[in-house]
């Protein structure tokens, strides 16, 4: 019985290990070419202001339309990384443009010892004179 046990705990920590790291199996041509909608990565880089406009990243309280679209802003667009951040909260959270933006913001805040109010978390930390 403790076999059988054994035996079925390893191919379940097989089967998680095979779907957390997925992305990084190596796939034939082949086999890509028949799978369906097989990406090799879950992010494509947004690289302009139209195009992040439209995945989504914008909102009436940040508005990349107006304010960069149709002013004729010359910059590339927005941070990548910080992009590729908000719209992962946004798949993984299913919350709107502005809320992961705010959570992107209080986990900035956290990792940098702040709390989301903006008062430091050091107890050492000298706030009022």
């Known amino acids: ?32 070419a028949i799978i369906p909608n097989y990406h090799r ?10 195009d992040q406009a439209v995945a989504g990243m914008t909102s009436s309280t940040f508005d990349i339309e107006a304010d960069n679209i149709f002013q004729g802003d010359s910059r590339v667009g927005l941070d990548e990384r910080g992009t590729q951040e908000v719209m992962e909260i946004m798949r993984r959270e299913n919350v709107n443009f502005d809320q992961a933006r ?6 900035y805040l956290a990792a940098n010892g702040i709390d989301p109010s903006g008062m430091p978390l050091d107890a050492k930390a000298v706030t009022r004179l």
């Open 1 to 32: 019985m403790l076999f059988y046990v054994s035996i079925l705990a390893s191919v379940a920590l097989s089967l998680m290990l095979l779907y957390r790291y997925r992305a990084h199996l190596p796939v034939p041509d082949r086999l890509r």
């Open 41 to 50: 990565e879950n992010y494509a880089p947004l690289s302009t202001f139209a």
């Open 102 to 107: 705010l959570i992107r913001h209080h986990r």
